[in-house]
């Protein structure tokens, strides 16, 4: 708390000068520190008490930085899940943030920062960090032109794809929205279920609705909506309903699939019942686990959503999450210099080891194989990354999201009705 107290005292002085503000967040131009530096790291617990092997890595992270900056010392405080959003909530509101703390980026993340509780390490970025991180995984944790952290693992979710059903059925991975829904009446007439989905659970519904508006709008529409210089109502978000339906005319799905959970969906695609799935990078787990065999598809494929016609969408921009940390105000300048040596490929590559993370740094998927690769790649390579939407929005605006997608592929709402009750719900937010 002592460098609340200290701005608490800078502004009475301030004010008993005659002067109108004061900023107590020190700007990352500053040289480094010449006396004894503490920075205090909050991390996430891999839930394995003492001996957390992820634990023990921060631990001699810390340790060989400060051995390589005698001035430094490196506080690593670790918490519980629910025990740190309480702890970072309590620390927000006091006005005294830790220095570096974990985060999923987003939207909390920007209000954090229009709080004023972080600092802008915008320089940073561009000169250090942007060279080992891809510029999309990078933007999930900043906002409007401005960074305040990094990502360490960024995960995407992706169309998985049954080879062999492709292969017996005699077409090819879609690389178009077009050809996907061409595909579709071919699967059928084979007797396999074209695309697994869940939708009872509505998240794993919803990526179908924000992959179709980021591939009809880019990262532009989805800013517009944010930024209040457009809205969720505008044409790239009716669209993206209009193409979810003329997806649902064709009956994709298995029969259920309104009341289906997420485990009936990836069970059924794991049982080599489905060709299709879009779902995270966990998928391939899932789906071992909820088939009977324990192995799930054998033959397994993935690939990027497909591009839509006309679209100012890439078809290399990619919707995920994942975990990073970002700078507290008034952090010492000696943050994002350790920042930036926890995030090195040899860190990484541990981190891979010990807990299976997609890594970001560029050289660290080197250790991956397979799918899991292709998935970091695709991380690597996008321009733009969209984070969910149920995860980057308020939670009111999230809910809302998943509950318009459900009623328009339940064909109780249209295009139009489901974007507004997006924008209705956002506009309450704002």
Request: contains cysteine.
């Amino acid at each position: 708390m002592k460098k609340a107290i200290v701005c608490v005292l800078m502004v009475a002085l301030v004010v008993a000068m005659g002067m109108t503000s004061v900023s107590c967040q020190k700007s990352e131009g500053k040289a480094a520190s010449a006396g004894p530096v503490e920075i205090d790291w909050w991390v996430l617990s891999g839930g394995a008490g003492a001996d957390d092997p992820r634990t023990e890595m921060n631990k001699r992270v810390a340790a060989e930085f400060e051995a390589a900056n005698p001035n430094v010392k490196v506080n690593v405080n670790v918490f519980e899940n629910e025990a740190f959003k309480q702890k970072i909530q309590l620390a927000i509101q006091a006005g005294d943030p830790p220095d570096l703390f974990h985060s999923w980026g987003g939207g909390v993340m920007v209000e954090y920062a229009n709080q004023g509780q972080l600092t802008d390490i915008t320089d940073y970025v561009k000169s250090t960090l942007s060279k080992k991180i891809g510029i999309g995984a990078l933007g999930v944790y900043g906002y409007d032109g401005k960074y305040y952290g990094a990502p360490y693992d960024m995960g995407a979710v992706a169309l998985w794809y049954n080879k062999d059903i492709l292969a017996e059925v005699g077409i090819e991975v879609p690389k178009t929205w077009a050809e996907l829904l061409t595909a579709v009446p071919k699967i059928k007439k084979a007797g396999y279920v074209p695309i697994a989905l869940g939708a009872g659970d509505k998240w794993p519904a919803h990526f179908w609705w924000v992959y179709l508006a980021m591939r009809i709008g880019g990262i532009e529409a989805f800013n517009a909506a944010y930024g209040g210089s457009g809205s969720f109502k505008d044409e790239t978000f009716v669209n993206a309903g209009k193409e979810l339906q003329k997806l649902a005319m064709l009956q994709p799905f298995q029969t259920g699939f309104l009341s289906a959970s997420y485990d009936d969906e990836s069970r059924i695609f794991g049982d080599g019942k489905a060709a299709f799935e879009l779902m995270g990078q966990w998928a391939p787990n899932v789906q071992a686990n909820n088939s009977a065999s324990g192995e799930g598809v054998k033959n397994l494929g993935v690939t990027t959503f497909p591009a839509v016609e006309g679209g100012k969408g890439a078809l290399t921009d990619v919707m995920g999450g994942g975990n990073g940390y970002i700078v507290g105000a008034n952090a010492p300048k000696e943050t994002v210099e350790f920042l930036n040596y926890f995030l090195s490929v040899e860190n990484q590559k541990e981190q891979v080891a010990l807990e299976g993370i997609i890594p970001v740094v560029k050289g660290a998927e080197t250790v991956l194989e397979g799918n899991t690769k292709a998935i970091a790649e695709a991380v690597g390579n996008a321009g733009y990354y969209q984070l969910y939407y149920d995860q980057f929005l308020p939670p009111a605006v999230g809910e809302a999201v998943k509950d318009a997608v459900a009623a328009l592929l339940a064909g109780s709402a249209t295009p139009a009705k489901a974007a507004a009750m997006v924008d209705d719900a956002w506009q309450m937010e704002k």
